[in-house]
């Protein structure tokens, strides 16, 4: 995935080696945006990892998008 010029990553390093990257997700600590190598580099990271990302999802409610680069957000449902 290129996100070179996506405004949610564009010019924001990882704020754990603090190196810009490809790829970053709001998954550490409080929120903050790290790349998948400091994500899962340590039990404990992928622990917080983990529990930041199913907080998200909890917070969608009934449904949930996942897999785009602001982390999940929730299903827009048609009305009929």
Same mark, same amino acid.
């Given at each position: 995935?290129?996100?070179?010029?996506?405004?949610?990553?564009?010019?924001?390093?990882?704020?754990?080696?603090?190196?810009?990257?490809?790829?970053?997700?709001?998954?550490?600590?409080?929120?903050?945006?790290?790349?998948?190598?400091?994500?899962?580099? %340590?039990?404990? *990271?992928?622990? +917080?990892?983990?529990? /930041?990302?199913?907080?998200?999802?909890?917070?969608?409610?009934?449904?949930?998008?996942?897999?785009?680069? %602001?982390?999940? *957000?929730?299903? +827009?449902?048609?009305? /009929?």
């Amino acid at each position: 995935m290129n996100t070179e010029h996506h405004p949610t990553t564009h010019g924001i390093d990882c704020y754990l080696c603090h190196r810009t990257t490809v790829e970053l997700r709001p998954y550490g600590p409080r929120g903050e945006w790290v790349c998948f190598a400091c994500a899962f580099s %340590t039990p404990e *990271r992928k622990a +917080q990892t983990e529990a /930041s990302f199913s907080a998200q999802i909890n917070a969608c409610g009934d449904g949930a998008v996942i897999g785009e680069p %602001t982390g999940p *957000r929730p299903h +827009q449902r048609s009305r /009929s």
